[in-house]
């Protein structure tokens, strides 16, 4: 069911609901009413009746038959009062014309003896038993009407109340029609804007509304999604773009020398030098390939990789003989002075694989732009969270560089000299994410480039 007509039936069924309550509380308070009145003309006959049997001197039955038929006659209709004395019996009666008589049972009548008055229905008649004292007597009055005046009236109630029910459902009804064709306006015009915003048209955005409302919420959160969309998209087109390119340059390298090798017979030392540099093309090749997977790998989500808990202190006590494996001239100091005692504050969750990798790109590139190839590592421990802190005393990061170094195939002007693909910190970057942490880096104010690198506590 369209949203329209959902909310068109939620609001026609509240309002329904409303309307019958306030009918039926209209009703039976009418009906009480009408009872209510009905018991008053009965106590006000049953008084009048026993005032004249028990007050007036040398009245009879007759006399006061006659002044019942043409007293109250007129004001309700199959009337009948019976007069009974303690012994419980009947000294008066009158009945109108046509009318039924009363059945009074005698348990009835000693109840009301009790001083209790009684009051119910008999064949569409009002019913009253009231209690009367004179002197040393009592007197039990049975009094019955049909009140066929109120009950008219309540009859033409129910066809008011009838009436006006339907056509408050109906008004209802088109009134919840038109308010939610109006309160969904916004969000149909969102959708026809929704639609003409495709990959080749994120720069399109959807108009917000001047009111401060949940829609307008809606339609900023939209756009930021948008503007974030557009972002990634952006940057996953430079980032083939740049990945085509550093791809393609070793491949045409390799191929450009062997057509030319093939061209003609060589000597065995052109053969070498070709095949020697045929070999660091494809390394180049297989290392900018490695980077890429493992950007990939970063990028994903956490379902493949393997996860556990680990000690970042001896994580990073790997660094200075890995690196030594991969470059003769590189040296990593390592500074843990304030490992706690506590092992649950030195340890990390995540892979301990990724993590390494990550701060082994920035170690390498701390050594390499270092001017005697050394970096600086140090660990500084808090109550819920890691430090890793990697200092060099190279020539430092332009301050036009520093919001891009992270970037994907970015190069800062200081490093275009030394070999590499620009992937390193960006897949230092995506890893310190995944394992929820942060990375900075800044310029120190003598020389090189301090990196922070946080991570949560296990």
Same mark, same amino acid.
């Given at each position: ?265 060589? /000597?065995?030392?052109? #053969?070498?030098? %070709?095949? @020697?540099? &045929?070999? =660091?093309?494809? $390394?180049?090749?297989? *290392?900018? +390939? ?61 892979? /301990?694989?990724?993590? #390494?990798?990550? %701060?082994? @790109?920035? &170690?390498? =590139?701390?050594? $390499?732009?270092?001017? *005697?190839? +050394? ?84």
């Amino acid at each position: 069911m369209r949203i329209k007509y959902q909310i068109t039936l939620l609001f026609t069924v509240l309002v329904t609901g409303i309307l019958l309550f306030l009918c039926l509380l209209v009703y039976f308070i009418s009906v009480g009413n009408q009872r209510g009145e009905s018991i008053r003309k009965l106590q006000t006959r049953s008084h009048t009746t026993i005032d004249l049997l028990t007050k007036v001197p040398g009245i009879n039955n007759k006399l006061l038959q006659d002044i019942d038929k043409k007293l109250f006659s007129h004001l309700q209709q199959q009337s009948c009062i019976i007069v009974y004395d303690s012994s419980y019996r009947e000294i008066y009666r009158y009945t109108d014309s046509g009318a039924a008589s009363v059945t009074t049972d005698i348990i009835v009548l000693r109840k009301i003896a009790k001083g209790k008055d009684y009051f119910y229905q008999e064949k569409n008649r009002d019913v009253l038993a009231l209690k009367f004292r004179d002197g040393a007597n009592d007197y039990v009055v049975v009094s019955a009407a049909a009140d066929k005046r109120g009950m008219e009236k309540l009859a033409r109630l129910r066809k008011i109340l009838s009436i006006s029910f339907a056509s408050g459902i109906i008004v209802t009804i088109f009134i919840g029609l038109l308010f939610s064709f109006n309160l969904l306006i916004p969000l149909k015009r969102m959708s026809k804007e929704m639609q003409e915003i495709n990959s080749q048209n994120l720069v399109r955005r959807i108009n917000a509304r001047k009111n401060k409302d949940e829609i307008n919420e809606l339609v900023s959160n939209f756009n930021h999604l948008l503007d974030r969309l557009q972002n990634s998209f952006e940057i996953q087109k430079k980032f083939i773009s740049n990945a085509s390119h550093e791809l393609l340059t070793p491949l045409t390298s390799v191929l450009s020398e062997l057509d030319v090798i093939l061209q003609k017979d060589r /000597s065995n030392e052109d #053969y070498k030098s %070709v095949i @020697n540099s &045929v070999h =660091n093309d494809v $390394k180049n090749l297989a *290392d900018l +390939t490695k980077n890429l997977l493992e950007i990939a790998k970063a990028s994903g989500e956490s379902g493949g990789v393997e996860l556990g808990k680990f000690r970042i202190d001896e994580l990073m006590m790997r660094l200075p003989v890995e690196l030594r494996k991969m470059n003769q001239a590189y040296s990593v100091n390592l500074d843990f002075n304030n490992v706690p005692d506590d092992e649950s504050k030195v340890l990390v969750f995540g892979n /301990s694989g990724l993590l #390494y990798s990550a %701060v082994s @790109n920035i &170690v390498i =590139n701390a050594c $390499k732009y270092s001017e *005697d190839h +050394t970096a600086a590592v140090t660990l500084k421990f808090f109550e819920d969270q890691i430090q890793i802190i990697i200092d060099d005393n190279g020539p430092g990061i332009k301050e036009e560089d520093l919001p891009f170094i992270f970037n994907p195939f970015y190069r800062g002007r200081n490093g275009l000299d030394k070999h590499g693909f620009g992937l390193g910190l960006s897949l230092a970057q995506r890893i310190i994410k995944f394992h929820k942490g942060s990375i900075t880096a800044t310029n120190k104010t003598s020389q090189g480039v301090t990196f922070i690198v946080s991570v949560p506590v296990a």
